[in-house]
């Protein structure tokens, strides 16, 4: 390192030339400057660094007086988004001081000298106090004093304890667990380990609590790193109640990805705590979510959706032994009474986090147990399915739905016949409620994603065929879409559902959007794109002639389902099949006006062995001459024959 650095760092030191001082900083930062502060502090002596760290402690406090004096009498205007109009040279010394702690720190591991100590001291304590916080520049000094903390974490380091326990209790922490970037939540995530320095729990820590619990009601925590974070804080019991209750009065406002994330929070912290910690996570905090999962107003906002959809979370865990055990415990005391309880809305909360949680298992028991609670689900889904409630029935149908094409193989066979005899003979046609025959058939839909269940399926689809002419559109339309799905699987033939007649039927008379979807179905069968023009014309035709109005109707909306190019080669073919019709149509009427006219000059006028004489044919101005029969002849008798009969069939 050159030695004029050296001096120069030394005589901006002992005469306070802060912008010497803020120079040399800099270029230390810059990759393109040769300067290295590191190197030039290694090169010093102790009695050199000694006085180098006497130097900036007098020169910190003096700052820090300064620094306090100028904002109680002119920093009271200054708002989070402006800055003073000059410069505040005391700003910048406190900035620079971190920095070069910093710097000495990284280079170099021995014991920290205490001139850094209470520099540092001086520094942190005094700052907690400033009002001017808030702007822009000193939020820099907080994130340059979180930096020396999470280093000076760093076991090769000793007597870190004073300095991290100092940035903890100052508002640099507390800026850093409120800010919004997620920078301050990476900040804030490599201090987690300061955390065992607090005495959590007694009076003097109480302030440090109320900043975790802040951590737990934000959304700004809901990230990767946030959630181990906020995990690691459920390790610790006396901030367990403290920060579920902070987690369930976000969740009325959370998004159902942010839900998801709630969920990870827990079992993370369940899975990684042990003894009474693990307890407490499981029945006051767990067990807390699932009660009030089934007992939360469906009605009211977002919560219900919510808390459903972090339980659900939880239940895709149910694979593992102890978390499979671990649901059936904190289930079995309430779920069985609230599936019976008067209130509609608690039967249905409770059917759909039985079904979404089904098989409860509890791997503690022996196997004619464990056979005993799965009849007795089983039995409970069945009886839910004429639950007096349709919102029941809906949430039952839809729940027994997933379950059969989850666990589809696995199923007795009994349990199955009494399902389908339940939903094809009774709920397909519930006269109190549309929303659960639309159910049923949505339900039917779910069940062709198993191909095992397709051959079951093959049999009992023709039984509610009768749901095409149901009053309802909805259900219509649910069951056309049960028919696209069908089509779909190649190993039912839909028309083996429903006939093609009927389906053409209620394509001529039926809405809208039921007729979109039938058009969606019938496209591929009625016009096939990958066929010949010849084939799609013969198609077309069999339409026509089947049921016109259906016919206009299937190419009103088949337009929406055909892209631009088939749709205008499609018009060309009509058009040309059009224009060979016309043109064949008139040399057949000339044809014949000729054979007539030649009768009749042989019959008047002619002499045996003599031929008549053609006279010329009269046509209007512009209209082209027939075409001869020399080499100048296109069209073959043929083609004009078959061109004729395909455009007659058109026509009609």
Known sequence: MEVSTKEEFITAIEEGNCNSFIQLLDNHSSRRSPVNLEEVLVELSTTQLDNVWQKLHQWTVSNLTTLLANTTHDTSHISASQEPQQPVDPEERLLGVIKLVIAYLQFIFITIPKEIHSLVKATTLTMGDVPIIQTMRLSQFHITAASLGVFVRDPRTQNYAFLVGTLFLTGSLKRLILGSDKTDVHRVYALRHCLELFSLGESESQELMEMLSECAASKNYLCDEGVKFIALLFQLPCLVPILHRAIKSMLPECTRAQSAKIAEIYFRAWKSS?????????????????????????????????????????????????????????????????????????????????????????????????????????????????????????????????????????????????????????????????????????????????????????????????????????????????????????????????????????????????????????????????????????RSLTLIEENRGAARRFYRYASQSLDLPHTVHFMLVICRCLRNHVRGKALHEETMNESSYTGSESEGEGTPGSSPMRPPVKRAPGTPAPKGRGKGRKDSPLKIKKTQDTAQKWSM
């Open 274 to 538: 042990e003894g009474n910690v693990k307890q407490v996570i499981e029945e006051d905090c767990l067990q807390d979510l699932m009660y009030c999962g089934v007992h939360v107003d469906p009605m009211k906002g977002r919560l219900s959706p919510n808390l459903l959809h972090l339980l659900h979370h939880i239940h895709r865990h149910k694979k593992h032994y102890a978390v499979a055990t671990l649901i059936y415990q904190l289930y079995d005391p309430f779920i069985w009474r609230s599936l019976k309880v008067a209130n509609g809305f608690v039967r249905m909360n409770a059917t759909a986090l039985l079904c979404d949680a089904f098989p409860l298992t509890d791997n503690t028991m022996n196997n004619i147990e464990r056979e005993d609670l799965l009849n007795r689900q089983y039995q409970t889904l069945t009886d839910l399915l004429t639950d007096p409630c349709h919102l029941v029935r809906i949430t039952a149908i839809k729940g027994v739905c997933q379950i059969l094409s989850d666990y589809w193989l696995v199923m007795p066979s009994p349990f199955i016949k009494k399902i389908f005899a339940k939903l094809l003979t009774e709920l397909a046609a519930d006269a109190s409620s549309a929303e659960v025959r639309t159910q049923v058939i949505k339900g039917l839909t779910l069940l062709l994603d198993n191909p095992d269940a397709i051959p079951f399926l093959k049999e009992v689809l023709p039984r509610i065929g009768e749901a095409l002419d149901d009053i309802n559109v909805n259900v219509r339309a649910a069951f056309v879409r049960l028919l696209i799905k069908v089509k779909a699987t190649k190993d039912i033939r839909y028309w083996d559902v429903v006939p093609a007649e009927h389906l053409i039927i209620r394509l001529e008379q039926d809405s809208p959007v039921v007729c979109k979807l039938l058009v969606q179905l019938l496209l591929s069968s009625f016009h096939p794109i990958h066929e010949s023009d010849q084939e799609i014309l013969e």
